[in-house]
């Protein structure tokens, strides 16, 4: 299965998650959804920041597409952001990262638990 695949059919799909990307935990953009165009810039504050300094997530936020979340929760498990309607979970597996983002009516546990599904999908079988 490719990984554009894991984004459009397990994530985006699901009717849950409206924009999404994976990542690799050494950088770059392995799949994303359609117009989800996560900058440079984004992306080093997601693999070199987001796990290592949760301190700095949780004063600065985290910028994704050009749309800036304020941080609930930032660990070496999961960031998650939320800003008005819109909310972001980040979770890293052993080799990828997701990223996956959810607007109203869908609420954060219904996005949550389909990300954390795939998630815990990828580590099962080393990635």
Do not use: C
Not at 21 to 46: C, F, R, T
Not at 72 to 83: P, Q, S, T, W
């Amino acid at each position: 299965m490719s990984w554009q695949s894991y984004v459009d059919d397990h994530l985006v799909a699901t009717g849950k998650v409206t924009k999404a990307a994976i990542m690799g935990k050494q950088g770059g953009v392995w799949a994303a959804s359609s117009g989800y165009n996560l900058a440079q810039n984004e992306q080093d504050a997601i693999v070199r920041t987001a796990f290592t300094q949760p301190d700095q997530v949780r004063a600065n936020g985290i910028t994704l597409n050009g749309f800036k979340f304020m941080t609930l929760r930032a660990d070496a498990d999961e960031v998650i952001g939320r800003k008005g309607d819109r909310g972001v979970f980040i979770i890293p597996t052993n080799q990828a990262i997701l990223v996956a983002e959810y607007d109203a009516p869908t609420s954060a546990g219904e996005a949550n638990v389909v990300v954390a599904k795939l998630a815990d999908y990828l580590k099962s079988v080393n990635y």
